[in-house]
């Protein structure tokens, strides 16, 4: 694997944070026998993104998984995992090429999903809906882990699956945010204006700013939301410079 421009550092970091963790999961979560590593899919696709395209999902939790999230996503996932998955290609393909995709294909799918960072609040599997108390029992025993991972990648963008549990407590807790969200309740022209919470931060890179955006569920999202989705990054100007890239 040939990691340039630094990401062989954020690799050396990631396998360092994992090992604490796990240590730290073995110790004070005994009651899960598994612990789920997870964050950058693919470090050669990651490292070939353009500037401002570094793209972060944060979820709650995987769905029965015994081993790495990032492993899984990056050999190809499972026959079902689509369901999840398909969505979070649109959300990239929208942030990186600015076109909505009706149709995700196999390979694309799979291509798409390396070019980003996906992490869980909590690092265990659970089951086809998530208990939001438990998940956030755990994230705030390991919320000092989480802010390391999250600002480890330094990401230009990070998109919260799953509307507020996970959208709050990124703002809360990790980030410890006073900014307040845009909240699209209030806007004035429903045509061209977001339908999506969304927020720009300083707590997580080092001389740039990230914009945080809460978007649904995978799983559950319909087209309106990458259509949403895109109203920001317009609003952002991040569709703009692409195009004039």
Not at 18 to 25: G, H, I, N, T
Not at 48 to 71: F, M, N, R
Request: charged content about 35%.
């Amino acid at each position: 694997m040939d990691l340039i421009n630094g990401v062989s550092d954020i690799f050396d970091e990631e396998q360092l944070l994992m090992s604490e963790w796990e240590k730290r999961w073995k110790e004070c979560h005994i009651e899960y026998p598994y612990f789920n590593q997870d964050g950058i899919v693919s470090y050669e696709k990651w490292s070939q993104l353009p500037e401002g395209k570094h793209i972060l999902v944060i979820l709650k939790e995987t769905d029965a998984l015994e081993g790495s999230l990032a492993e899984f996503l990056r050999n190809g996932g499972s026959d079902t995992y689509y369901r999840t998955w398909n969505n979070v290609a649109r959300w990239t393909r929208m942030i990186l090429d600015g076109i909505y995709l009706e149709r995700v294909d196999r390979e694309l799918l799979d291509n798409s999903i390396k070019e980003i960072a996906a992490i869980n609040l909590k690092k265990y599997a659970g089951g086809a809906r998530a208990n939001n108390r438990e998940v956030k029992k755990i994230a705030l025993e390991d919320v000092d882990l989480l802010r390391r991972q999250v600002r480890l990648y330094q990401p230009d963008i990070i998109l919260t699956g799953g509307w507020g549990m996970v959208s709050d407590f990124l703002h809360d807790h990790i980030l410890e945010e006073d900014r307040a969200w845009y909240d699209p309740r209030k806007r004035k022209d429903r045509e061209r204006e977001p339908d999506l919470w969304y927020f720009r931060t300083d707590k997580v890179c080092e001389g740039k700013s990230t914009l945080v955006i809460s978007m649904p569920h995978p799983n559950r999202a319909a087209k309106k939301w990458t259509l949403e989705l895109q109203k920001v990054l317009w609003k952002e100007e991040i569709l703009a410079k692409a195009m004039k890239g």
